[in-house]
Structure formats: structure tokens, C-alpha cells
């Protein structure tokens, strides 16, 4: 059977997302039930039918996900409301949209050291930090119940 031409292939686009925090450890299979629920609560079955998503690649904190042109808004906002996956609570950010997966490919690559985390003395610990730009800073405070971010400002992150 001979491959169809270019004009009559399905139009796909792929979005570069994000899992935060990245060192919570998501499965590729995971993620998927986890963004096709998302879509399917958003945009119902007929929505979901539409968007088609898929995700084709996961590496670590990083995952590529295709869906039909033209619906690439609707999947970046069904991102956004995923907050768990496989039972972990993260959260899944759009980073970039492209025609290619070797375009997104080349950019994770072009970003892959940016976000990692630095040690700072917050109270009496040693905890890791996030530094967003020059303004914002997250720190990673451990209690009894868990993990919980706080958002320092900038007269706070002076401190640290």
C-alpha cells in the first residue's frame, strides 16, 4: 500500500510540556490516562474524539504530546487542569507547540539544564529552591503531612 501524499495526511501538532515538581517519577502510560480523563471532563467524548490526544515521548521531567491542528488550545487547557498522575500530584505545564517532534526535541535539549534545583538555608534545613526569573522563588518545606511549596518575595529571598 503506498503512503499517503503530504495534502491528504492528518495535520498534527505537539506540545512540549513540563511535569512539576521533576522529580516525581510519572509513567508515559500514566500521563496518558491522566491527560485523556482531563479532555474527556473538558470537552467530552465527541471533544476528546476531536483533540486525539497521544503522548509520544516522555523523558523525565519533559513529555511530548500530539493532538489534531487546531485543537492545540484545547490541549494545553486540559494540561493545566491534570493535578495527579499514577497517584502522584503534579502538575503538567505547556512549554512550547510545534509542527515537529524534532523541533521540540531540539529545544528540550536547548533547555535541559535550566530548571534544576539549588540548596539554600531556609530556617534551620537545608532545602532546594527554584529560582524563576529574578523575582520569584519556590522552596520545598517538608512537615508532618508532606511536601509543600512556598512562594517567597523578593525582600524574603534576600535572606536566603
Do not use: N
Not at 495526511?9 to 485523556?36: D, F, G, M, S, T
Not at 487542569?81 to 521540540?104: D, F, N
Not at 537545608?126 to 517567597?152: C, M, N, T, W
Amino acid at each position: 500500500m503506498r503512503a499517503r501524499p503530504k495534502a491528504l495526511r492528518a495535520k498534527r501538532r505537539y506540545l512540549l510540556v513540563r511535569i512539576l515538581p521533576p522529580w516525581r517519577a510519572v509513567e508515559q502510560k500514566a500521563l496518558y490516562l491522566a491527560v485523556a480523563e482531563a479532555v474527556t471532563s473538558l470537552f467530552g467524548d465527541v471533544g476528546a474524539a476531536r483533540v486525539q490526544p497521544a503522548v509520544v515521548f516522555s523523558a523525565g521531567e519533559y513529555a511530548v504530546i500530539r493532538c489534531q491542528r487546531g485543537y492545540e488550545d484545547d490541549l494545553g487547557v486540559a494540561c493545566a487542569t491534570v493535578t495527579s498522575v499514577g497517584g502522584e500530584r503534579v502538575s503538567v505545564r505547556t512549554i512550547a507547540c510545534s509542527g515537529t517532534i524534532a523541533a521540540l526535541k531540539a529545544r528540550l535539549d536547548r533547555d535541559s539544564g535550566r530548571f534544576r534545583p539549588e540548596k539554600v538555608h531556609y530556617g534551620e534545613k537545608e532545602v532546594p529552591a527554584f529560582r524563576y526569573g529574578r523575582h520569584k522563588v519556590d522552596v520545598l518545606q517538608e512537615d508532618i503531612k508532606g511536601e509543600s511549596i512556598v512562594f517567597l518575595t523578593d525582600s524574603e529571598s534576600e535572606e536566603i
